[in-house]
């Protein structure tokens, strides 16, 4: 089993900065790519970002040159820097990875954090 534990999550003003980080543990062998989800409410989960193994990286139109995702191998850990929040970039934001053991692709998900943007 994987484990997915976010953090970062919080309340900050228009314009404002956030990060948020995901921290897998447990017992497996890779992580493919990771990404990150968020679901407003009454809307659809939305894909925001994603890395591969290989650190490359695909956005949302929407967050495009406001939000940056990274991750650091080592510590099996991905991140998401978000600067110049908007009141609509408000949702729960959910960690998500794909990870390889005894040859088998294994999705997970974390719990969520909670972003909230205020005017």
């Known amino acids: 089993q994987v484990q997915l534990v976010e953090s970062g999550g919080g309340l900050v003003q228009a314009g404002g900065s956030l990060r948020l980080s995901c921290a897998a543990s447990?017992?497996?062998?890779?992580?493919?790519?990771m990404r990150w989800y968020r679901q407003a409410p009454g809307k659809e989960r939305e894909l925001v970002a994603t890395?591969?193994?290989?650190?490359?990286?695909n956005y949302a139109d929407s967050v495009k040159g406001r939000f940056t995702i990274s991750r650091d191998n080592a510590k099996n850990t991905v991140y998401l820097q978000m600067n110049s929040l908007k009141r609509e970039d408000t949702a729960v934001y959910y960690c998500?990875?794909?990870?390889?053991?005894?040859?088998?692709?294994?999705?997970?998900w974390g719990q969520g954090t909670q972003v909230t943007v205020s005017s």
């Open positions: 998500n990875a794909d990870t390889v053991r005894d040859g088998g692709l294994y999705k997970y």
């Open positions: 447990g017992t497996f062998f890779s992580i493919i790519a």
């Open positions: 890395i591969t193994g290989g650190l490359s990286t």
